[in-house]
T-cell receptor, first 114, second 111 residues
Framework: DTAVSQTPKYLVTQMGNDKSIKCEQN?????MYWYKQDSKKFLKIMFS???????INETVPNRFSPKSPDKAHLNLHINSLELGDSAVYFC?????????????FGPGTRLTVT | QKEVEQDPGPLSVPEGAIVSLNCTYS??????FMWYRQYSRKGPELLMY????GNKEDGRFTAQVDKSSKYISLFIRDSQPSDSATYLC???????????FGTGTQLKVEL
């Protein structure tokens, strides 16, 4: 029973294309995140939504646009893909109650831009 | 300079060894300290969590935080081949859920 799921798992596309990655969590959490992990394994937050409201928006090109249709879903749309966007993108979720510390991560989407 | 520094390794140890993984950080506002384990081609999973300074033990794993030195450690006793993974330290301040991660240390435990 998958807690945080992402689709697709692999995405290979050409420069200039537009693509979307979807994320769903069935944990009843109210906060969801998108992270980017580069080839050196460095994991960096991109966005965070709490109850469909954007609360963290790091310095990310505006070609990246997150959308949260409801608390259980957070999608990431990327316009005009560039070579440097190649990375693994992780979705995560957490419960924003008291000392919420555990973020549950999805399996990742490996994006390759050629 | 990154807010959180971590030696990327790789670190290779024989089975049964004691492993020490470390992170240093510069932001004195960090209060919550975590260690995540990430197997190859998987998402990170929370291993240990510590609030402020002190030690925390869970089975073969011990997490230590020294806020005065801005230094955190994860010790793995009696290491097993199944411990082979990348270990990421993460930390956050008192408000909000934003985690700042280290670059991860790749550990290989060999038979």
């Amino acid at each position: 029973d998958t807690a945080v799921s992402q689709t697709p798992k692999y995405l290979v596309t050409q420069m200039g294309n537009d693509k979307s990655i979807k994320c769903e969590q069935n944990l009843g959490h109210d906060t969801m995140y998108w992270y980017k992990q580069d080839s050196k394994k460095f994991l960096k937050i991109m966005f965070s939504y709490n109850n469909k409201e954007l609360i963290i928006n790091e310095t990310v090109p505006n070609r990246f646009s997150p959308k949260s249709p409801d608390k259980a879903h957070l999608n990431l749309h990327i316009n005009s893909l560039e070579l440097g966007d190649s990375a693994v993108y992780f979705c995560a979720s957490s419960l924003d109650r008291g000392i919420s510390y555990e973020q549950y991560f999805g399996p990742g989407t490996r994006l390759t831009v050629t | 300079q990154k807010e959180v520094e971590q030696d990327p390794g790789p670190l290779s140890v024989p089975e049964g060894a004691i492993v020490s993984l470390n992170c240093t950080y510069s932001n004195s506002a960090f209060q919550y300290f975590m260690w995540y384990r990430q197997y190859s081609r998987k998402g990170p999973e929370l291993l240990m969590y510590t609030y402020s300074s002190g030690n925390k033990e869970d089975g073969r794993f011990t997490a230590q935080v020294d806020k005065s030195s801005k230094y955190i450690s994860l010790f793995i006793r009696d290491s097993q081949p199944s411990d082979s993974a990348t270990y990421l330290c993460a930390m956050r301040g008192g408000g909000g859920n934003k985690l700042t991660f280290g670059t991860g240390t790749q550990l290989k435990v060999e038979l």
